[in-house]
């Protein structure tokens, strides 16, 4: 979404990850897996290519009072993150998540950070996350990963040093974002692309389902939105659910809902962990200075 999605990810997705894997450790109820990666992007047609805008976003988050959460009673948080780049120098992305769980046995506070950069024709890519629940020594995943005879190569400096090779191509994030836009510009109704985004210590990887909706015709809801610019910008709805590769299963890890917008921009998100869900609003958005990048 591009908060993420607008990447808001990551990304947005991988602090969503996070999120859900430190929560199931505080409060023993959780078994699934925020964030995707911000994307934004300006597009005109299907067949134009994908350039991703540059934009600070905030999202206010709260339980989603609608599905069962368990132990989980209360639940609010926020998002924020800042996208910059474009096509010709690559795209940094600078992201928090901070979420206060109310369970049975206390509160909880999850601190998830990233800060990555990819390069613009999606060839290679570096992560950094770092992520803290109730005060305990942080979790950091730091990596590169690199594409290479049809497939990548990841090193990891942290958790620990190590090198590992796939032989079958996977998305990096923002790319993954990219192809997202041109199927929704081009109507279609589902995409299914794999994705690395260095989750799970670095060695996980995802097959992605995304199903886009109709265009949404109504007028932004968000007061963010209530703009020229956006006033009349096509929407769709969109929900991308993420399964662990070669798993097998037929259940989500977890799953994003937002509207995407044809710059990439998301409005209204939620973010589906399997025994909680989250809603967030965008409260803030700063479209940043872009570049004439012809690539």
Avoid at 142 to 161: F, H, I, M, W
Wanted: hydrophobic share 35%; charged share 25%.
């Amino acid at each position: 979404m591009h908060l993420d999605f607008a990447q808001v990810t990551t990304d947005k997705r991988r602090m969503n990850e996070t999120v859900s894997k430190l929560a199931t450790q505080a409060s023993g109820v959780l078994a699934g897996v925020l964030v995707l990666a911000a994307m934004p992007a300006f597009a005109q047609a299907a067949s134009e290519r994908v350039v991703l805008a540059p934009h600070r976003a905030v999202y206010d988050l709260v339980l989603d009072s609608g599905k069962p959460s368990g132990n989980i009673e209360t639940a609010k948080g926020r998002i924020a993150f800042e996208f910059t780049g474009d096509a010709c120098e690559g795209y940094a992305l600078s992201f928090r998540q901070v979420t206060q769980l109310g369970t049975e046995a206390g509160p909880r506070l999850i601190d998830a950070r990233t800060t990555s950069f990819e390069a613009g024709d999606g060839a290679n890519y570096r992560f950094k996350t770092e992520s803290t629940a109730a005060g305990a020594k942080p979790d950091i995943v730091d990596g590169t990963a690199q594409k290479s005879n049809g497939g990548y190569e990841v090193k990891l400096r942290q958790p620990k040093a190590e090198t590992h090779r796939e032989s079958n191509d996977a998305l990096f994030p923002n790319a993954q974002m990219k192809a997202v836009i041109q199927a929704a510009r081009a109507g279609q109704k589902t995409l299914s692309v794999r994705l690395y985004d260095g989750a799970n210590s670095g060695k996980e990887v995802y097959d992605t389902l995304s199903i886009i909706g109709k265009r949404i015709e109504i007028e932004p809801a968000e007061k963010p939105l209530q703009r020229p610019e956006f006033g009349k910008m096509a929407r769709w709805p969109v929900t991308i659910s993420y399964f662990k590769a070669g798993s097998g299963e037929s259940t989500p890890a977890y799953s994003i809902n937002f509207e995407l917008y044809e710059n990439g921009v998301t409005g209204a998100i939620r973010l589906d962990y399997g025994s909680f869900a989250l809603r967030g609003t965008l409260t803030r958005l700063d479209l940043l200075p872009g570049s004439d990048c012809s690539k």
